[in-house]
């Protein structure tokens, strides 16, 4: 009944299989792409890498700057090509012809912690598949988590002292809260288990040794992953048939459009991947927008007078019909993936030619589109390093391109978890600016490292959050 779907059924027109057409092309180099204006080659591209680690920004504005929104650079990889602006995320995005491959994108990447999650499939397979796991997004679902992340950032931020370090705070909350609506599991020492094997395997996937060396980050998440995959191989037979409130049970028991169950090693993989999806995005878009909000003291009264309203007419459950009413915290959360794009970089192969303006670019190349520069483009953004949410609003939105704003991407592969996403922000500052606020000296600027995700990149945040 449920035996694992095989990559060799998805054939793309030609009657090949990705990995097939993986294999065949071959991968371009800096010949193929002479004719893209970009880097000359340099005998060690690992001074790039490094530059580039230590200011991303400053590097990718360079770049476009002086070559346009197509252009060619060399990292640790090899040679690949940047896409910036709205008409690329578009074309990727949109993918209308099949071009662009996410799992040869994403692969080398993610490949050896996290294969086999819907990301990593391309076309007809992550069709099915996306279809499928779905189930675990509609409402009924969502409803049920939606109560148990009000009780998990209530029993949190009561327990947060006045001053505090925000980005371990949250990244931590985060895991505790994933621990029932992923996993159905309550807080404790099994709890704390599986998180330390997760945050190894997220750890690994951004490492810089890409294979598992002993010591290194990939060693430990590679055995993250054996620790995960037991864990979730010992559950599997007890979530199947049952009924349950978290995402893990509601994928034992999601049916393929055939009535077909997942495999076993298939939820696994959809499980672990999900969990990484999940886990840095939170933790990165929670930690800007705090840290707008502390340094807006404006925006965050606004955005309290807006959340005590909801209290007040509601009480102090947030019914699910009601998550629209957070206007003014949804621009608020847009605005600040705006500056700080929680993915600021995304992966794609060509896997024919395709050309974006006068540039044609060739099968076989690392493509990448750019979210993070995307947002700051001043011709869509005005003063683009300004916070300013009501740029969300629906008057000041009228007439921007529909991908000037993605960092939950688009097309087949936009965020599956994007509601799921917004509801755990509005839950956290439906609790957060009733008790707390957030106080940051206005002298404090904070350092956000850029990639592989925004974060702070030093100090953790120091915030004030004093009782109300
Ligand atoms: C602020 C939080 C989040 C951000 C900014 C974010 C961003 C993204 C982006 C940019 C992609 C597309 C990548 C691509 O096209 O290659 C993606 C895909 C995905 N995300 Fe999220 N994500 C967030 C939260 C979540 C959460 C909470 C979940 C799960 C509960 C989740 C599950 C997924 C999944 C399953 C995919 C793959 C979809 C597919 O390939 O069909 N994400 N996310």
Redesign the pocket.
């Known amino acids: 009944m449920n035996a694992p779907v095989s990559p060799a059924e998805f054939r793309t027109d030609d009657g090949s299989t990705p990995a097939e057409r993986f294999r065949r092309l071959r991968k371009t180099g800096y010949e193929e792409l002479k004719d893209i204006p970009g880097d000359e080659p340099m005998a060690f591209p690992v001074m790039r890498t490094i530059r580039f680690l230590k200011d991303p920004l400053g590097v990718v504005s360079e770049r476009y700057g002086r070559f346009g929104r197509v252009y060619r650079n060399q990292n640790l990889d090899g040679w690949q090509v940047s896409l910036i602006g709205p008409e690329a995320n578009e074309l990727v ?1 949109m993918n209308r012809d099949k071009t662009f491959s ?1 799992e040869q994108g ?1 692969g080398p990447v993610l490949d050896y912690v996290f294969p086999r999650g ?2 990593l499939m391309d076309f007809e397979e ?1 069709r099915i598949h ?1 279809k499928t ?1 779905s189930a675990a997004f509609k409402p009924e679902p969502m409803k049920n988590y939606l109560g148990a992340l009000q009780d998990g950032i209530a029993r949190g931020i009561e327990a947060w002292p006045e001053r505090l370090r925000f980005y371990p705070a949250i990244k931590q909350l985060t895991l505790d809260l994933a621990a029932t609506s992923f996993l159905g599991i309550p807080w404790g020492p099994e709890a704390d288990r599986i998180n330390r094997a997760f945050v190894a395997m997220v750890a690994a996937s951004i490492g810089i040794v890409r294979k598992p060396v002993p010591f290194t980050a990939m060693w430990r998440g590679v055995k993250g992953r054996k620790y995960m995959c037991a864990f979730f191989g010992r559950e599997i037979p007890k979530r199947r048939g049952a009924s349950g409130d978290d995402i893990f049970t509601t994928i034992c028991n999601a049916e393929h459009d055939d009535g077909r169950l997942l495999s076993d090693q298939e939820i696994i993989d959809h499980m672990n ?2 969990m990484m ?2 886990h840095d ?2 933790t990165s ?1 929670l930690t800007s927008t705090v840290y707008y909000l502390g340094k807006n003291p404006d925006w965050q009264d606004t955005v309290r007078a807006e959340v005590r309203g909801i209290r007040a007419a509601h009480g102090d459950r947030i019914p699910y019909e009601e998550l629209g009413a957070f206007e003014k915290t949804e621009w608020a959360f847009k605005e600040a ?1 705006r500056l700080n794009a ?2 600021p970089a ?1 992966p794609r192969r060509a896997l024919r030619d395709f050309t974006l303006g006068n540039m044609t670019v060739p099968a076989g190349t690392q493509v990448g589109v750019n979210p993070m520069m995307t947002h700051r483009l001043p011709e869509i953004w005005p003063e683009p390093e300004k916070f300013d949410p009501a740029r969300f609003s629906p008057e000041n939105s009228k007439g921007r391109h529909k991908y000037a704003w993605v ?3 688009g097309g ?7 509601h ?2 917004y509801m ?1 922000a509005k839950a956290f500052f439906f609790e957060l600016l009733d008790r707390r606020e957030i106080v940051i000296d206005p002298a404090y600027e904070c350092d956000f490292q850029m990639f592989p995700m925004p974060r702070p990149r030093r100090d953790g945040l120091p915030i004030g959050l004093r009782r109300l």
């Open positions: 995005f996410s994403w819907v990301m992550h996306r796991l991947f999900l999806a999940a995005t939170l878009s993936m929680p993915v995304i960092p939950f991407g087949a592969h936009m965020c599956l978890g994007l799921f996403a755990q």
